[in-house]
């Protein structure tokens, strides 16, 4: 469904990912993990077209996408969150999300669709969809999931979550893996996940993809990362390390 | 659409007031008749900034459109005798085309903020420039006048100043007119997509939205009411000159008007022409009485109040960001609110 090819960005003189490539088959819930700074979240931007991937190639079922603007790619099919949410703060929630449903799907539904659609992806995240709702007060948690239900909003095939879950505890990361199962099982919708904690993730993830200095190193069962070597110096080794320093 | 019934009312006062002014002021109708002419005029055209300044897109240069209104349609009319009937529709065409002409490339470029800001100021003066240039038949800085039509009242030569009555109606339909855009692209979806890019562009083309062509759509259609609010003023007032309808005096008039009003609110603008009126009025006839002042700078005392306007548009953006009508109805909420 989604062929990321060779895929180079550059900052200047520094390469945030230097030769990334992975594909994405229908249905797939796939990890994208990585430590702190490996490049994920550039991957996401360069395939939801925030970015102009500096090489490489992304194609979608089938079409080249590379380069494309950010608003070509969404009607595309591809829906997007961001690591830290950007909810528009002068609209309320249902706005937030009906904006996506109509903008989304390039005006092809009509409005009172699109006043529906925005109640149904807020309703699957469980926000609420009252009207009068605001962003104002919302949590982290809320938030995210407010970033979702935009992205389910603009109806996607393919969903690339960046969900950094640092702000969380363990039991709302548990319900944020549940409801990425969920909305697969729901909508049928193909999701990358980027993540950088392993352990949430394992559970649900059929395939994963780790990242280190933008580059992939492993791709394949999620099982198999745990017990490869080169995942476990570069990613656990270094989280194990993290514990031990937090330790008095 | 449902018309509320606070503003049918509003709109029944509007109506009858014309006739409560010839009642009250029997000596002085066409003094005041003036004053809310002029206030609707302007109120139409703060509203048609505020359609784009609404959203973060802040133009210093609106008076080059106003201009382009007044001057297309009138050098059409002077000098090829077209009827300001087509001459306005061809007016809006050329502002339209030059607001295009700014917008693609500085929204291409995300030149945002500041910058787009000065690029506007670039604009007005260069309209400025060609008015000034172009003196052989715009009579330069001294300005000029549309050629009188019969006895000056004509629905072909769209010349209504010589009844004051006509002028007023012809003014609070303008104005309605106005209101009526700014109320559908408040309902409009395109509303929602201007809000979300007006806070985070990269968001809002994340959700689809075509940043490039929403702020291309929303800043054509406030050039076009301003075109047309600035050939209507035109010709009302039966004179145009670059530093009435076209400079950047115009401008900053403009966004001191619609930030001071609100620029928010449907009626914010509206409040702003009335809040500008009153203000130049009272300041023209301080300044006219004041002696020590007109020793000072003579005729010239009368310029100063673009001065005031500069330091009050400071302050209102400093105290008061959301303007007089914003900052009423937050207060009426609160106190609703709290009691
Ligand atoms: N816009 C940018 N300009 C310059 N450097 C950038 C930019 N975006 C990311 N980088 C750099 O590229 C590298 C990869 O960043 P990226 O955000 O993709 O990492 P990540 O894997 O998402 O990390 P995290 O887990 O912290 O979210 C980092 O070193 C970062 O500092
Ligand atoms: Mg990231």
């Known amino acids: 469904m989604l062929a990321v090819e060779g895929l180079v960005k550059m900052f200047g003189g520094f390469s945030a990912i230097s030769n990334v490539s992975f594909r994405v088959g229908k249905g797939e819930i796939l990890g994208l993990i990585g430590p702190n700074g490996s490049g994920k979240s550039t991957t996401f931007n360069c395939i939801a077209g925030l970015y102009v991937p500096t090489r490489g190639r992304i194609s979608f079922e089938g079409h080249d996408i590379t380069g494309k603007p950010a608003n070509a790619i969404c009607h595309a099919g591809i829906g997007r969150t961001f690591q830290i949410p950007r909810p528009f703060h002068k609209l309320t929630v249902l706005e937030n999300v009906a904006l996506a449903a109509w903008f989304g799907q390039n005006r092809t539904v009509n409005r009172e669709q699109c006043w529906r659609q925005a109640a149904e992806a807020l309703e699957l995240v469980g926000l609420p969809t009252t009207p009068e709702t605001t962003t104002e007060g919302m949590g982290a948690a809320a938030l995210k999931k407010l970033e979702l239900a935009r992205a389910l909003a603009s109806q996607p095939k393919l969903l690339l979550a960046d969900e950094s879950l640092n702000g969380l505890d363990p039991s709302e990361m548990n319900q944020a893996a549940d409801m990425l199962e969920m909305i697969r099982r729901e909508r049928g919708i193909t999701i990358v996940w980027v993540e950088h904690i392993m352990g949430v993730l394992m559970r649900v993830v059929d395939r994963v993809v780790v990242l280190d200095h933008g580059e992939v190193i492993y791709d394949g069962d999620p099982h198999g990362a745990q017990s490869n070597s080169a995942v476990i110096e570069v990613y656990l080794g270094r989280e194990a390390a993290k514990r031990e320093e937090a330790r008095p | ?339």
């Open chain 2, 1 to 339: 659409m449902k018309l509320n019934p606070a503003y049918a009312v509003g709109l029944a006062a509007l109506v009858a007031l014309p006739f409560a002014i010839r009642a009250v002021f029997p000596g002085s109708e066409k003094y005041y008749l003036h004053i809310v002419i002029q206030m609707l005029l302007w109120a139409q055209i703060y509203t048609g900034w505020a359609l784009m300044g609404r959203f973060g897109l802040t133009s210093l240069g609106h008076g080059a459109f106003t201009g382009i209104g007044a001057y297309v349609t009138v050098m059409l009319w002077n000098f090829a005798g077209l009827t300001p009937l087509i001459g306005i529709p061809v007016a809006i065409v050329v502002a339209v085309a030059l607001a295009l002409l700014i917008g693609y490339p500085s929204f291409l470029q995300r030149i945002r903020g500041h910058y787009f800001a000065l690029l506007t100021l670039a604009m007005v003066e260069f309209v400025r420039l060609c008015i000034v240039g172009l003196r052989d038949f715009t009579g330069g800085s001294l300005g000029t006048q549309p050629a009188r039509y019969g006895d000056g009242i004509s629905f072909y030569a769209v010349q209504f100043e010589a009844d004051r009555m006509i002028a007023y109606f012809v003014a609070l339909a303008v104005w309605l007119a106005g209101i009526l855009v700014w109320v559908r692209v408040d309902r409009s979806m395109d509303r929602f997509a201007l809000e979300a890019l007006g806070q985070d562009e990269e968001a809002a083309a994340a959700v689809g939205i075509n940043v490039t062509r929403e702020k291309l759509k929303i800043t054509a259609l406030s050039a076009a009411m301003c075109a047309f609010g600035g050939a209507i003023f035109a010709q009302y007032q039966m004179y145009i000159g670059p530093d009435t309808i076209a400079g950047f005096g115009v401008s900053l008039n403009i966004v001191f008007g619609a930030v001071a009003g609100g620029i928010g609110v449907m009626l914010g603008p509206t409040i702003g022409a009335l809040f500008t009126q009153l203000l130049s009025e009272g300041l023209r006839m301080f300044f006219q009485g004041s002696v020590t002042l007109n020793a000072m700078f003579g005729s010239r005392v009368l310029s100063l109040d673009t001065l005031i306007y500069g330091v009050l548009l400071v302050l209102f953006i400093i105290h008061m960001p959301r303007g007089i009508v914003g900052t009423a109805m937050e207060y009426w909420r609160k106190h609703k609110r709290g009691s």
